[in-house]
C-alpha cells in the first residue's frame, strides 16, 4: 500500500498481466508417457506398437498446436524432486550476503543471481543456474574478456546440506527424461528415434532454481516477461501456486497453465523450432506474480553441445518443396551472447532466432 514500485521492474502497459488472463482457459494437452514408461522407444515410428503410435500422434499434435504440453508416468522419481525443491527452499532462505557467496559473474554465468533482466524489464524473482555436465570440451566463446576455462562450472552453497546431491541426482532423472522426449520428437519428424541424440554429447544443458518472492504490485511486474525459451526442450516442475501463461498460438490468449501434482511441463523451444523448419514453434510465455504466495520452480533447460551449428535438419529440406528457413548459426555463441545480455539492462534488443531467418 502506497509503496512505490522500482521502475525497473514495471512492465510496458501493453506487456502488463490483467486480471482476465488469470483464468485458467483450456488447458495445454496433457500426455500420458505410460506407453513408453517401462518399454523401449522404437527405433522408427514405422516400428511403433499401437499405444506408441498413439502416443506419437499425441505428441505430435500437441507440439505442432501448443508447442507446449504436460507429462504424468515420466519416470522421474517424486522423491528427488521433493528433496531438489526442499534444498531450493532451504537456499534461498539464507541471507543474501551468504546467496551472494556463490554469485554469477559476467565471466561464469552459473550460481545465484537476482537481477536478470527479459527484454530489458527486470523479472521479480530470483534464481539459482547449474549445468548439467561440466564441459571437458571448452567452447568457442564470444567476447574479449571471457576466461573459456572459467566459463560454465558450477559453483556450490556450503549450505543447506546436501544442496549438491540433491541437484546432481535430480539432474540425472531429468537428464533421461530429455533424451525420452528428444526421441519422441525425432520420430513425430519422421526420423530416426536416435537421429537428435548425437547433438547432446557435450550438452550444455542446465537447471534453473527459480524463486518468485510475493510481489507488492504484481499488476506491474512480471515473474520473467515474455519470452521463447532458446534451446531445445524445456521441462520444467512447478509447485501448487501457479503463475506460468502460455501464449496459446490459435488466438494469442495468455492461458495459465494450471498446476497438476507429479506431472512435468513441457515446451519446445528456439532450437526444436530451426530443426524442424518451423514445423513446431516455440511458444512465448512469461511468469505472472501474486501479492501473497512466493512460487518455486524449477525448469530442465536440454541444450545441445557448445560447438553446435544449429540448422534446419537436412531430411527435413527440399530446396523446391520446402527450402531452409534458417541460415545456420553456433549454439555456444548464441547462447554466451544470450546470457551477457539477460545480465543487465542494454538499450538494444538481445539476440533472437528470427535474426537467422532467410530473407523469402
Ligand atoms: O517459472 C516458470 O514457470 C517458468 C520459468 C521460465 O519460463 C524460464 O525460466 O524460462
Ligand atoms: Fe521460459
Known amino acids: 500500500m502506497g509503496s512505490v514500485m522500482d521502475p525497473a521492474f514495471v512492465q510496458a502497459p501493453e506487456h502488463r498481466p490483467k486480471p482476465t488472463d488469470t483464468v485458467e482457459a483450456v488447458g495445454i494437452p496433457l500426455i500420458d508417457l505410460s506407453p513408453v514408461l517401462h518399454s523401449p522407444i522404437p527405433a522408427t515410428a514405422a516400428a511403433a506398437p499401437p499405444a506408441i503410435f498413439d502416443l506419437l ?82 567452447p568457442v566463446l564470444a567476447g574479449p574478456r571471457t576466461n573459456e576455462f572459467d566459463s560454465f562450472m558450477n559453483r556450490w552453497p556450503e549450505y543447506p546440506p546436501g ?12 537428464n533421461k527424461l530429455a533424451f525420452k522426449l528428444l526421441e519422441l520428437i525425432a520420430l513425430t519428424l519422421g526420423l530416426p528415434a536416435k537421429r537428435l541424440n548425437g547433438f547432446f554429447k557435450d550438452q550444455s544443458s542446465f537447471i534453473r532454481l527459480n524463486h518468485y518472492p510475493p510481489c507488492p504490485s504484481p499488476h506491474l511486474a512480471l515473474g520473467v516477461g515474455r519470452h521463447k525459451d532458446s534451446g531445445a526442450l524445456t521441462i520444467l516442475a512447478q509447485d501448487d501456486v501457479g503463475g506460468l501463461d502460455v501464449k496459446r498460438q490459435s488466438d494469442g490468449e495468455w492461458v495459465r497453465v494450471k498446476p497438476i501434482p507429479n506431472s512435468y ?32 520452480s524449477i525448469p530442465f533447460f536440454f541444450n545441445p553441445a557448445h560447438y553446435v551449428e544449429v540448422q534446419p535438419l537436412e531430411e527435413l529440406i527440399d530446396e523446391k518443396k520446402s527450402p531452409a528457413k534458417y541460415n545456420a ?26 535474426h537467422f531467418r532467410k530473407a523469402v
Open 57 to 138: 500422434a499425441e505428441v505430435e499434435a500437441a507440439c505442432q498446436e501448443w508447442g507446449f504440453f504436460q507429462v504424468i508416468n515420466h519416470g522421474v522419481p517424486s522423491e528427488l524432486l521433493d528433496n531438489i525443491l526442499a534444498a531450493s527452499k532451504g537456499f534461498f532462505a539464507l541471507s543474501v550476503e551468504e546467496k551472494r557467496q556463490v554469485k554469477r559473474d559476467d565471466v561464469n554465468p552459473l550460481g545465484y543471481y537476482d537481477t536478470e533482466h527479459t527484454k530489458n524489464v527486470r523479472d521479480w524473482k530470483e534464481v539459482f543456474d547449474f549445468v548439467v555436465e561440466e564441459p571437458t570440451v571448452f
Open 163 to 174: 544442496f549438491k546431491e540433491a541437484c546432481e541426482k535430480y539432474a540425472k532423472a531429468a
Open 265 to 296: 511441463i513441457i515446451n519446445i523451444g528456439d532450437i526444436i523450432q530451426v530443426w524442424s523448419n518451423d514445423k513446431y514453434e516455440s511458444a512465448e510465455h512469461r511468469v505472472s506474480v501474486n501479492s501473497e504466495k512466493e512460487r518455486f
Open 329 to 354: 548459426y553456433n549454439w555456444g555463441k548464441f547462447l554466451k551472447t544470450r546470457k551477457s545480455s539477460n545480465f543487465k539492462k542494454l538499450e538494444v534488443e538481445n539476440i533472437q532466432i528470427y
